[in-house]
């Protein structure tokens, strides 16, 4: 335990200094932000109030959106890749522990520190930044009340693990494929649609409802965004953080096996 | 051996290389052909939802998106060679291309020929058809946006010619530079009606991608694009697309002037 939450700490501190190329992303993702968020504003004005999520929630979901977009496992770890190319691999299966929660405490540690970087000076910009450009109607609200932040932050705490659960799928993977590449362009188009990350999930068709309900990827983003802004009432926290929690514990065996089989496939590349 | 003929074989030889791993282009066309056909997903819901869009139909919206991704598609695949110039100069090894008896340009666009892109390009053509099918447009449509197509292309290339010569200045390729490429695609694929003033200014006025693709298409409709604005207007402005091409051709040409080789 001990040995994981350093690793998480230090793999967290090690991706903490990549601080310009997270400002430079920031600006793209404030752009990114900024267009989907006046796509929507249009569609909402000749809008009757049938809509099954307000704009300004909608609103408030993207900019969320944009800030927490590191946690979503759309990516894998280079450095496993990395080791994977020239052999070092090696190193970590006669570490005294085990390979699959060292990955993950890894993964885990640049995953939060990537959202650290970028979504503070995000959440500033959509607040005050929007107002000072003169568009304090397409700002992101502030959360509905206390307790409905306090069950945002705890989901949110469960969606960085579900994240890096997912993420360790791919990490595993390419025991097999190497090139993580493929998988990647696979996985990621899956979970930024069920997300909730291309439109906000409740204006989803009717009919896709129920499948997107009870898929893992809402866990992730679109649960959390809605206590946010209390579209979920709070008292429906446990269902949340319960269908979070179960897909957890899916993707951890999942990937334990997966990984106990990879290893026996495993060939390392000597040199 | 003239310019033309010399990409051609640059190109067949790029090509020829790729279909190395033909299963590898194969699995990551449909790699893209998903992802990009779950963006139009969202576009689908949304109008499912809401109906309308300013008064602009799915169909109407589909040539929107069909077309800005079919232009950006051939422009990425031609301009691969500057989306990594970056490496060149920092390693030095664009010295390489100064050596040779042709213009770096030309080099550089026939350095590679991206069949990957085919993703983009097959998803939003297929779009587009369906769009143009819905709505049947007239042929002087059909022969507006023959002439809008390649300009639109052209425009693109001109973004990426420019922000790879910013790299001789840089030496890091810059990634606020995206917000011109992608973020241009991301813009294009709605009416630019719909979002506010400044950021239509800014892709009529600045990276004029609003005179390539939304005034075309709306010239197409019969519709008129702002108020006042007459709808014909969009015959003529794709000629932009041409004309910030060649501006892009001259920055090129400077910043090949200012490159100092790194030496190694």
Redesign the interface.
């Known amino acids: 335990m001990i040995c994981f939450i350093s690793v998480v700490l230090r793999s967290f501190k090690n991706s903490l200094q990549y601080r310009g190329?997270a400002i430079?992303?920031m600006?793209?993702q404030v752009?990114?932000g900024?267009?989907m968020i006046?796509?929507?504003d249009?569609?909402?004005?000749?809008?009757t109030g049938t809509?099954p999520i307000s704009r300004v929630q909608s609103i408030t979901y993207i900019w969320l959106g944009q800030a927490f977009l590191s946690l979503l496992p759309w990516s894998y770890d280079r450095s496993i890749q990395a080791m994977l190319y020239d052999g070092r691999i090696a190193y970590d299966f006669i570490r005294p522990c085990s390979v699959y929660w060292l990955w993950f405490a890894r993964t885990l540690g640049w995953r939060t520190a990537a959202v650290t970087l970028r979504s503070v000076p995000l959440v500033l910009f959509a607040v005050f930044g929007m107002r000072l450009l003169g568009?304090p109607e397409l700002a992101i609200a502030p959360p509905a009340n206390a307790v409905q932040f306090l069950a945002f932050t705890l989901s949110m705490f469960s969606a960085a693990v579900l994240g890096t659960a997912i993420t360790m799928m791919i990490n595993v993977s390419m025991v097999w494929t190497v090139s993580g590449?493929?998988t990647v362009?696979?996985v990621?188009?899956v979970v930024?649609?069920f997300s909730g990350m291309?439109?906000p999930l409740p204006?989803?068709?009717e009919w896709t409802q129920t499948l997107i309900t009870l898929l893992p990827f809402r866990g992730l983003v679109d649960a959390p965004f809605r206590l946010y802004s209390a579209h979920i009432p709070a008292k429906y926290l446990t269902y949340t953080l319960l269908h979070q929690w179960i897909w957890i514990a899916v993707f951890l065996l999942w990937g334990k096996a997966f990984l106990r089989k990879g290893a026996k496939a495993l060939v390392v590349q000597g040199g | 051996m003239n310019g033309a003929r010399l990409y051609w074989r640059f190109i067949s030889a790029s090509v020829k290389s790729q279909m190395q791993y033909r299963w590898?282009i194969l699995?990551?066309t449909i790699?893209?052909l998903?992802?990009t056909a779950?963006?139009f997903?969202?576009v689908y819901?949304?109008f499912?939802?809401?109906?309308?869009?300013?008064g602009w139909t799915l169909p109407e919206a589909a040539l929107f998106y069909g077309f800005i991704n079919t232009a950006f598609s051939l422009a990425d695949a031609c301009t691969r060679g500057f989306d990594t110039l970056s490496t060149h100069v920092r390693m030095g090894t664009f010295d390489r291309y100064l050596l040779r008896p042709v213009s770096t340009g030309l080099q550089v666009f026939g350095s590679e020929f991206t069949l990957r892109r085919a993703g983009r390009f097959i998803q939003g053509a297929g779009v587009f058809v369906w769009g143009w099918l819905q709505l049947r447009p007239d042929t002087a449509g059909a022969a507006v946006i023959a002439f809008a197509l390649p300009s639109a292309a052209a425009l693109f290339s001109g973004i990426i010619i420019i922000s790879g010569a910013v790299t001789f200045w840089t030496v890091e390729s810059?990634?606020?530079m995206?917000?011109l490429t992608?973020?241009g695609v991301?813009?294009g694929m709605?009416p630019l009606d719909?979002?506010?003033k400044w950021?239509s200014c800014f892709f009529i006025f600045f990276v004029p991608i609003g005179l390539v693709s939304y005034f075309p298409i709306c010239a197409v409709l019969h519709r008129s694009p702002f108020n006042g604005i007459p709808f014909w207007v969009g015959y003529i402005t794709p000629a932009a697309g041409p004309l910030f091409f060649f501006v892009a051709l001259i920055i090129w040409r400077s910043g090949v002037r200012h490159y100092s080789s790194t030496g190694t």
């Open positions: 190329a430079a992303g600006f793209t752009f990114w900024l267009i006046m796509v929507l249009a569609f909402f004005m000749n809008e809509a568009m590449v493929g362009a696979l990621s188009a930024t649609l291309v439109i204006l989803f068709p | 590898s699995l990551q790699g893209t998903l992802v779950i963006e997903f969202g819901a949304l499912s939802r809401f109906g309308s869009l300013k810059m990634e606020a995206n917000i992608y973020g991301q813009t709605y719909v979002y506010r950021l």
